[in-house]
């Protein structure tokens, strides 16, 4: 198991060496001037044009720019934002609590729904209720999330009027943050009415980000329990007269979930990369948000920070999945 | 009465392609306390027979039988929560692949302790007791030990002691052992076959074994069913089928021991393989590869009769010698 980790923890380095000059090297291959963009229509003199580049350090040549970005960062320095001159850090952290409530709650969806209903389709193979789940687990699978979100906010938002549209709570309800998380915050301001509206507001974009995770899941554990369900082991388990429900459920679920927890892993890249429209789709404060306006501001430290950010909890969660796979899965735990 | 009774038991699997018949009219009776062996080639659905037994065929198994009959249990009508306090409780299955059939995700302990839970009220410190005690019996050194042992930790021969222990936990009365030595290396298969026998011997159950070896049936059996392409085609006493095979397949089977070739000789085989699902023959289905078949034979099946004690569903059933044609 040591061992296992250890040579998880090696691939991260080179891993992280190669993020940090994609994140460095993306924004600036864009097209486009930060300076000319922060001038606006007034434009801006060649002098002070030099001026800002010698303050921001754009005057530098590239490789020196990204030594100057690599020595900052391991001094834990994202860097300062061009736009807002706050710490790219702090800016990321601020809003980091509103993503990750979102994508909890979304991958909280996926595995709820998308679980059951891979098992129930592997088991009942065949039948109409697994061609229904596979046919529409393949629709939400193809589905742009940005139309999506469109359709569920005209339909849900437009239509029945039963959820707001945007923002994460009502303007009617204020308090500090104190978790940053809307839900806890709102519970413990004690408000009346804050916690629903937070819920209301949490709907929609938990289902539109957590849909293709949830076709995913399902998919894919249906097809991980559909190969487990022949194996010589589930026909013990049924020989040992054990019901249905424990064989399914005990015997064949817990050897079918080592292929899917890693999967599970595997959709928070795809959660964080959803989180980008469904956030700017509902106008959620995150950092889904925050990067696309960044992008647009030729914000340079803010994207490669933000960028690096990503990378790192993306890296970070499949470390995590690998050694829930050695917990779940002996033989890798006791692999020497 | 029999431990067990079966009559006309056939089994056919829905496929793309029709109805295929795996086991066909197969009627048998074990015991208490006895070795009933089930031989033949692989496809002759020896295992298929005893699976729609345990109830453990795929859905798409159509199982008929005229009387299935457990220890005075109808279990053709059996409701499905009383047919899995039989399953591990009074009868168990052991099976080919001792490395597959446990559990990867459970230690070997947690297995038997699950079977022991099941079927028995024992409390927690009494089932650890009890698990320790039947590894101890299936000869696992160190059982304290290999009690929190997963089965990737275990060989071939230790998992299927494992099986073992697992399946008389409950005291079965009655133990089907499929080809339970197969898959094992050849000084391990007769520990096995040893240990079964032991236990067989101990807790006077009655033992189905399946399995293709002849060699394995001379050693432990009492009593013999030797099928062929699903249908069962001699039943014989041990020491009989092998001084007086009825059925030229069994002859054959017999004659290719290497034990009982001559030194002269090649080892004699029977050409050909057993009928799949579209190469069936008309008539009897051994005729293809049957050395006396004639015109009579590949155009009307046998019809199973009582010769003197052996049944064989042959038009001309060997008389006596355990040398057909010589």
Redesign the interface.
């Known amino acids: 198991m040591f061992r296992f980790l250890l040579s998880r923890l090696t691939m991260i380095v080179p891993t992280f060496i190669g993020v940090t000059i994609a994140a460095f090297s993306f924004i600036r291959l864009l097209p486009g001037d930060p300076i000319l963009l922060m001038a606006g229509e007034r434009g801006v003199t060649p002098e002070r044009r030099a001026e800002l580049e010698a303050v921001m350090g754009f005057d530098r040549p590239l490789w020196e720019q990204y030594l100057g970005f690599l020595g900052d960062l391991l001094q834990g320095n994202l860097g300062v934002s061009i736009v807002t001159k706050a710490p790219v850090l702090e800016e990321f952290l601020g809003r980091f609590p509103a993503t990750l409530e979102l994508s909890v709650i979304a991958i909280v969806f996926a595995v709820a729904l998308g679980l059951p209903a891979g098992v129930i389709a592997a088991v009942r193979r065949g039948s109409i209720f697994d061609h229904t789940v596979m046919g529409i687990s393949l629709t939400g699978y193809s589905m742009p999330i940005f139309w999506w979100g469109l359709l569920l906010i005209i339909l849900f938002s437009g239509i029945l009027g039963w959820t707001p549209v945007s923002g994460r709570i009502s303007f009617l309800y204020y308090f500090e943050p104190v978790t940053g998380f809307m839900l806890i915050d709102s519970l413990l301001s004690g408000q009346p009415g804050a916690f629903q509206s937070a819920v209301m507001h949490l709907i929609l974009p938990a289902v539109v980000l957590g849909t293709i995770p949830l076709a995913v899941i399902a998919r894919q554990t249906r097809s991980a329990m559909l190969e487990v369900l022949s194996?010589?082991?589930v026909?013990?388990?049924?020989?040992?007269?054990?019901?249905p429900a424990r064989v399914i459920g005990v015997?064949a679920l817990?050897?079918a979930l080592?292929t899917v927890v890693t999967v599970i892993g595997l959709q928070v890249g795809v959660l964080l990369a959803g989180a980008i429209l469904t956030e700017t789709i509902f106008a959620w404060p995150g950092i889904g948000k925050w990067m696309i306006d960044s992008i647009f501001r030729r914000d340079y430290p803010s994207v490669q920070g933000g960028l690096l950010m990503i990378a790192s909890i993306v890296m970070l969660v499949n470390l995590i999945v690998d050694l829930t796979y050695g917990l779940?899965?002996?033989?890798i735990r006791?692999e020497r | 009465m029999s431990l067990l009774s079966i009559r006309n038991l056939s089994v056919r699997f829905k496929t793309a392609h029709g109805l295929f018949t795996a086991v066909e009219n197969v009627s048998l009776d074990v015991e208490h306390g006895e070795v009933l062996a089930i031989v033949g080639e692989s496809g002759s659905g020896k295992s298929v027979a005893m699976l729609a037994v345990?109830g453990?065929l795929p859905w798409t198994a159509e199982i008929t039988a005229d009387e299935l009959v457990f220890d005075g249990v109808d279990l053709n009508s059996l409701q499905p929560k009383a047919?899995?306090?039989?399953?591990?409780?009074s009868m168990?299955?052991i099976?080919q692949?001792p490395m597959?059939?446990?559990?990867?995700?459970?230690t070997v302990g947690a297995q038997i302790d699950?079977?022991i839970r099941?079927?028995t009220d024992e409390d927690k410190q009494q089932r650890k007791q009890h698990a320790l005690e039947l590894l101890e019996q299936v000869g696992i050194p160190d059982p304290q030990k290999r009690y929190h042992d997963?089965p990737?930790?275990m060989s071939g021969g230790m998992s299927q002691r494992v099986?073992i222990a697992?399946a008389i936990a409950c005291s079965p009365r009655l133990l089907i052992a499929d080809e339970p030595s197969t898959a094992l290396d050849v000084t391990i298969q007769a520990q096995i076959l040893e240990l079964l026998l032991d236990l067989q011997a101990t807790h006077d159950m009655g033992l189905i074994l399946i399995t293709h070896d002849m060699g394995v049936v001379a050693e432990t059996a009492h009593r013999v069913v030797v099928q062929y392409a699903g249908q069962q085609v001699e039943m014989q006493p041990v020491l009989e089928l092998f001084e007086h095979p009825r059925h030229p397949y069994t002859a054959a089977l017999l004659s290719a021991l290497p034990e009982r070739a001559r030194r002269d000789q090649r080892l004699p085989t029977i050409p050909g393989v057993v009928p799949g699902q579209f190469d069936r023959p008309q008539g009897c289905l051994f005729n293809p590869r049957c050395r006396f078949a004639d015109d009579r034979c590949r155009t009307t099946p046998p019809l199973a009769a009582a010769a003197d004690r052996a049944l064989t569903l042959c038009h001309y059933p060997l008389s006596y010698s355990p040398e057909p044609g010589a």
């Open positions: 194996e010589d082991y026909r013990t388990a049924r020989a040992k007269g054990l019901s015997h817990r050897n080592i779940i899965n002996p033989s006791h | 345990m453990l047919r899995r306090e039989l399953n591990g409780g168990s299955m099976f692949e597959t059939s446990l559990n990867p995700c459970f699950e079977m099941f079927h997963y990737h930790q099986m697992m």
